[in-house]
């Protein structure tokens, strides 16, 4: 799962999102005035991706991968890491 943490409530956390067999990297998407937009995990035993909105009750669409372990162009093999460029 993915937790927010917040110095200003006491370091109360709440999770945003997850369901995921290894998460094994974490982005966090945002906008151009700081504000999340969404994080985007890499979930190694699911062999997938995701971007998960943390304003709509951590509901997360599978943006890569998915479809199973392989190297098809709709599969990933263990993904380890993830990383955004920002704009």
Not at 21 to 48: C, F, L, M, Q, T
Not at 60 to 74: D, H, K, P, Q, Y
């Amino acid at each position: 799962r993915v937790q927010r943490c917040t110095p200003a409530e006491g370091r109360a956390c709440t999770t945003v999102a997850g369901d995921w067999s290894g998460p094994s990297g974490v982005a966090v998407e945002k906008a151009a005035n700081g504000s999340v937009i969404a994080y985007v995990v890499s979930d190694y035993g699911n062999h997938r991706v995701q971007r998960c909105n943390p304003t709509d009750g951590g509901a997360c669409t599978t943006v890569a991968g998915g479809n199973g372990e392989g190297s098809a162009a709709n599969q990933l093999s263990y993904p380890g890491g993830v990383a955004l460029e920002q704009a």
